[in-house]
Structure formats: structure tokens, C-alpha cells
């Protein structure tokens, strides 16, 4: 807090004029709930968020408190009222209002007493909120079914049921001048590199904003520090044991309140290909299903493009291919087509989100079949274009990562373009373009394209091939790791 803070006052009407000048309980604030009591002989005051404490735990320690006799109590009472009278484990105490403040609209229960200078915070927490449920966006059809909530300690938790491990640590900052969220970041003490640590705790504390409404995005975009790259740098899950995996292998997980997605840093471009379903099954069976995904991504990426080229450059075309080209011309360039197809699919996926359940997937069979079908037999779309969208379609929703599959899709645009204006020279241009901003790309001053660059043939065996666990002894060489090997102790 700053130095013009205002200390908690051992007369208790300062501390409640102060209450009642900066938060108004009642009427301006019908859920912030300003209850005076004795303890003791003594005056007091509880201040509490309804809404957010639990009161079956609330009303036994006020039972406890109210009984509490004044000789029990002095001198030294917010002592002694710790250690003898608040039958609860989560207490603790602060010395100015701001604090004070932070505390309560945070959740928590704050006791004041009359001649006290500190005051007594309780931690009753009990936020509405979901049970874990499997995540949309990552199922599997073998494994856990939970997944992270809203709730930040309960999404830790989760955490540590996975890791039992005394080296795993959990820091906790505060950051928002007005939505004071909490930000953990998790790591294990002797895996993770301290640079590594000690770079996305700097970030962290650096924020400067008045409040993170936006949760782990607007966090993402302060620790990123990269605008204007459409690759993302951290990975996002949702997955308990997806980040407990990536916090064995070195990497620092961060977790903010009111999100159920956390954040993985740091990562490269191939940790964004990875799905929890390749672990899931034998070593050859992810590796076949890892395989088809890989191929499923790089066709969403290049077949379009490609297949323009051929269209456009038919001297590249041996005989045998011939028939790849359109049946029909159209009076439309094949690339204005592509470009109107898929940000027609964009617009399909919009318009499925916003729609209600029930109907979400009959405007999708409407949109995408009838639609589809009635601007061939017009003439505006030439049958391949329609073809070639859907095999792109299906690449882009096999990917892992649903930010690496919407940068892909701007890298799509970008290929189509400038295949369909420059043709050979410009497909060429947009895959150096892309290349380059992959290779130039760090997360958190890591090196994004590992293992490509720096060039580490072992690693890069296991981008391709889901090698078994216990063959698997190394932690990734980029993350410098403290503890290098997984199996043997240290």
C-alpha cells in the first residue's frame, strides 16, 4: 500500500467512520454487511461481503467469540483472540484500512476492535461457483474428467492433488487498482529454472491497470509483451493434469481468479500441437493419432494455397494431376471465392456461438450444407472450393490449441492472398513471411521453434513419435531445468 496509507486506530468509531466514509454499508452497498458486537466488554465490528462467507462458519465463530469472557481477552486481545478464542485456522491480521478494504471485498471477514490497532482478518471464503466438469475444448475418451473453475484455491488444489511434491510453490500477487485480483504462479522449486521464475514474477508486478475484467487474456497480454504476433506464447489449458505435467517437465504455471483457463509458460510452436489423448493410449497409438493431427494442421495450413498454385501455375502439374483443377470456371478469381468460403465459416462459427444450444447444430447443417450447396449451383462457388474448405475446416478444429489454429487461420488468409495475386513468387513470400515470424518468435526469452532452432535431433524424435514414459528420462534442455532427470533422484 502507499505511505499515505491510513493505520488501523485503536478507537473503533475512527475505523467505522472510515468504513462507512469509503464503502457506505446499507443502502449505497446493500450486500456489504457492517455488524457491531461485544466481546468481552469490548466493542467490535465485523465487516463481511454477503454473498461470499460461509455462514455455518461464520455464525460458530461468532458463537465463539460472544462467549469469550473479558478476562480471556486482556491484555493483548487480538493475540490472544488468535491463538485461543477463533476457533479457525485461516486467520491472520493487517495494520491499515486500505488493507482492510482489500481484504473484505476480496471475501474475507474482517474483525475490528476498540483499542486495537490491528485488525483481524478471517478467511470464510465461500464463492459461488460450478463443480469441475470436463473441459469442451479438450476431451478425451480415457482419463480424469475434471477440470479447472472459477475459483483460484480450488483450481490449486486440483494442482497439488496431482503433485505432492514439498518443492511445489504457489505465489500469490495482487494486481488490479480496482479489481485486486489475485494471480498465482506455480512452480516446483528445484525443477524450474529461478531466471525463468523470477522473469514472469517481475512482469507480474510490473501490471499497472485498474482492473483485469478480462481475467488471464489481459494477463497474457501484459506478460507476453508481443502485441501484434498472432502465435501465442503461453498455452492455455484447462486441464489439471495437463498443467501438473508441464509443471514437472520446468514450466511455471499461472492461474487467475474468475478464470478456469491457465496459462503454461514458457512453451514453444509444437507444445501447441500436443493433446492430453496421445498420452492417454500406447506409444504407437498416440503416435498414430499425434501423426494424423500433425497433417490434419499443416493441410489447414498449405492446401489451399498449394492447390491454387497448381490452379494458377498449371505447368507445375505433371499429367497424372491434371484433374485436380476446377471442372468449371466461375466468374469470381478461385481466391476471392476461398476468401468469401471461409470468412463465411467464421461467420457460421459466430453466429453457432451466440445461438442457443438447440439450435446451434441445425443452424450449423442449414449454414454449412444448404448454403453451401445452393452458391454452387449458382455458380458462385466452383464445387472445389467448397471441398478444399471443409478439409481445412476439419484441420483447423483438430488442433490442440484453439490460438494456434485462429493464428493459423490469419496465416491461411495471408497465403491465399498472396498466392492468388503474385502466384508462385507470392506463396513463397507469405511461407517465408510466417517461417520468419515463427523463428524470430521467444517465449519469454526462450526460444519458440525448439527443437528446430537450436537444432536438438532427440527432442524432435519426440515431436513426431510419443515416446514411452519410461524411456523418456530427460526434462526439455531449453528450460535449463535444475533437476534434468525425471526418473533417477537427485
Known sequence: MGADSKPVHKKLDQNLGYIKEHLEPGEKN????????????????????????????????????????????????????????IPYVEVS????????????????????????????????????GRSPEEPDIEKITRGSRDGFVETLIFNISLIRRRIRDPQLRVEVQRVGQRSASDIAIMYIKDVA?????????????????DALPMAEKTVEEFVSRSFWNPFPEVRYTERPD???VHLVEGHV???????????????????????????????????YIRWVRLLGILLSLILIPLW?????????????????????????????????????????????????????????????????????????????????????????????????SMAN????????????????????????????RLFTTRSFGFPYMWPLLPFDLKALFSIFVRRPVPVHVFRPSYLRTIDKDRLRPR
Open 308 to 404: 491454387m498454385l497448381l490452379v494458377l501455375e498449371p505447368q507445375y502439374l505433371p499429367e497424372s494431376l491434371k484433374f485436380i483443377g476446377p471442372k468449371e470456371e466461375a466468374a469470381i478469381p478461385l481466391f476471392i471465392q476461398f476468401l468469401i468460403a471461409h470468412f463465411g465459416l467464421d461467420l457460421l462459427r459466430m453466429a453457432s456461438i451466440h445461438t442457443p444450444s438447440p439450435f446451434a447444430t441445425a443452424l450449423g447443417l442449414v449454414g454449412g450444407l444448404l448454403i453451401g450447396q445452393i452458391a454452387v449451383e449458382v455458380g458462385f462457388f466452383v464445387p472445389e472450393v467448397l471441398l478444399y474448405t471443409g478439409v481445412v475446416a476439419m484441420g483447423v478444429f483438430s488442433t490442440p490449441s484453439w490460438e494456434l
Open 242 to 244: 495437463v498443467a501438473a
Open 193 to 209: 529454472h529461478p531466471q525463468v521464475v523470477e522473469r514472469i514474477r517481475s512482469r507480474l508486478s510490473h501490471i499497472k491497470i
Open 93 to 128: 491480521t493487517v495494520e491499515t484500512m486500505d488493507n482492510v478494504v482489500v481484504e473484505v471485498l476480496a471475501g474475507q471477514m474482517a474483525l475490528m476492535i476498540d483499542g486495537e490497532d490491528r485488525a483481524i482478518i478471517i478467511d470464510t471464503r465461500q464463492y459461488p
Open 409 to 436: 487461420r490469419v496465416a491461411l488468409i495471408l497465403l491465399i492472398l498472396l498466392t492468388g495475386l503474385f502466384h508462385l513468387p507470392g506463396f513463397l513470400a507469405g511461407l517465408g513471411l510466417i517461417l520468419l
Open 30 to 85: 446493500f450486500d456489504l454487511i457492517l455488524k457491531e458486537i461485544v466481546i468481552g466488554g469490548k466493542r467490535a465490528a465485523l465487516l463481511f461481503v454477503d454473498g461470499f462467507i460461509d455462514s455455518t462458519t461464520t455464525t460458530l465463530i461468532l458463537r465463539e467469540l460472544l462467549k469469550a469472557r473479558r478476562e480471556e481477552i486482556i491484555p493483548e486481545t487480538v493475540d490472544k483472540m488468535l491463538l485461543a478464542v
Open 253 to 287: 504455471v499461472i492461474l487467475v481468479d474468475t478464470s478456469p483457463s491457465v496459462m503454461i509458460a514458457p512453451v514453444t510452436f509444437f507444445h501447441h500441437l500436443q493433446h492430453a489423448e496421445e498420452f492417454r493410449n500406447s506409444p504407437i497409438i498416440g503416435t
